[in-house]
């Protein structure tokens, strides 16, 4: 059963999220019926990252196991066919060995965060990013956002209701940019928590605006403490840009590893005497 790559970028305006869910339409229920219309199965795909409603992709990464060994590309095509009408693209489609799994093989993910800072109202951007009016420093905002880089307790920066066993992170990088009337965000990790990057973000926001000081994202983030967050960023301007994946070998190797200790628990305990 051949294991199918697929590199997918998506406008989240429509969706519930990625993950499927009985209250409303996801992009994972998009690719799954474009999987069944294409080739007949119903097949359960696996996903990078639980982007939440109304977040963006132009990297998203999902894994598909298929019956048939079909060459790469007519899976893609036929997928972006089946996918219409709805705003869901397969950028790539490459098959991959076993070990490889969406989520689990992923060693990094990165986020890019949009801010349209401008005084009139969006037209084109509405939906695509985040209007901010008052006038920010993007200069002071890259400065207070290093005190993110590294690894912390999150818990300030956490939605109430994530299901992450820890709320300790390392994060890689982060960096924040004027690029015109756009304020961008860039940041990266192994995994973020529910909310981490628009909690952030809507954080930064405040240094941008002179509200808060070089030193009180440092405060909050050693308050570990929800209340301490500022307003959290809404989903338009979020995009999961990228996945980093480890090498073939090591995913393989794991996969042995996992099988070997799987059988071993399986197996029944001897007679005692």
Same mark, same amino acid.
């Given at each position: 059963?051949?294991?199918?790559?697929?590199?997918?970028?998506?406008?989240?305006?429509?969706?519930?999220?990625?993950?499927?869910?009985?209250?409303?339409?996801?992009?994972?229920?998009?690719?799954?019926?474009?999987?069944?219309?294409?080739?007949?199965?119903?097949?359960?795909?696996? !996903?990078? !990252?639980?982007?939440?409603?109304?977040?963006?992709?132009? !990297?998203?990464?999902?894994?598909? +196991?298929? %019956?048939?060994?079909?060459?790469?590309?007519?899976?893609? %095509?036929?997928? %972006?066919?089946?996918?219409?009408? +709805?705003?869901?693209?397969?950028?790539?489609?490459?098959?991959?060995?076993?070990?490889?799994?969406?989520?689990?093989?992923?060693?990094?993910?990165?986020?890019?965060?949009?801010?349209?800072?401008?005084?009139?109202?969006?037209?084109?951007?509405?939906?695509?990013?985040?209007?901010?009016?008052?006038?920010?420093?993007?200069?002071?905002?890259?400065?207070?956002?290093?005190?993110?880089?590294?690894?912390?307790?999150?818990?300030?920066?956490?939605?109430?209701?994530?299901?992450?066993?820890?709320?300790?992170?390392?994060?890689?990088?982060?960096?924040?940019?004027?690029?015109?009337?756009?304020?961008?965000?860039?940041?990266?990790? *192994?995994?973020?928590?529910? %909310?981490?990057?628009?909690?952030?973000?809507?954080?930064? *926001?405040?240094?941008?605006?002179?509200?808060?000081?070089?030193?009180?994202?440092?405060?909050?983030?050693?308050?570990?403490?929800?209340?301490?967050?500022?307003?959290?960023?809404?989903?338009? !301007?979020?995009?999961?840009?990228?996945?980093?994946?480890?090498?073939?070998?090591?995913?393989?190797?794991?996969?042995?590893?996992?099988?070997?200790?799987?059988?071993?628990?399986?197996?029944?305990?001897?007679?005692?005497?």
């Amino acid at each position: 059963m051949p294991r199918y790559k697929l590199t997918v970028e998506y406008d989240g305006r429509p969706f519930c999220g990625w993950q499927r869910q009985a209250n409303g339409p996801s992009v994972q229920a998009v690719i799954e019926r474009a999987l069944k219309s294409f080739c007949g199965e119903d097949i359960t795909i696996g !996903g990078a !990252g639980r982007t939440d409603t109304g977040v963006h992709a132009l !990297g998203q990464v999902a894994h598909a +196991d298929l %019956n048939k060994d079909w060459p790469a590309d007519t899976v893609m %095509n036929a997928l %972006n066919f089946h996918c219409q009408p +709805d705003p869901v693209v397969i950028l790539a489609c490459e098959k991959m060995h076993d070990g490889f799994d969406a989520r689990f093989s992923a060693i990094r993910r990165a986020y890019r965060y949009r801010i349209h800072n401008r005084v009139p109202p969006l037209t084109h951007q509405r939906g695509l990013a985040w209007h901010v009016k008052a006038p920010l420093d993007a200069e002071a905002m890259h400065a207070a956002a290093q005190e993110f880089v590294g690894h912390h307790d999150f818990t300030t920066f956490r939605h109430s209701r994530c299901q992450a066993k820890s709320p300790e992170k390392t994060l890689e990088e982060f960096s924040v940019r004027r690029e015109g009337e756009f304020v961008i965000v860039e940041c990266s990790s *192994r995994s973020f928590l529910h %909310n981490q990057v628009r909690s952030m973000v809507g954080s930064l *926001r405040l240094v941008g605006e002179g509200r808060w000081g070089p030193g009180d994202i440092t405060k909050a983030l050693e308050a570990r403490d929800r209340t301490a967050c500022g307003p959290v960023a809404p989903a338009d !301007g979020l995009y999961l840009t990228r996945v980093d994946y480890r090498s073939a070998e090591l995913d393989i190797a794991s996969l042995t590893d996992w099988l070997a200790r799987k059988a071993e628990m399986d197996a029944p305990e001897p007679d005692r005497p």
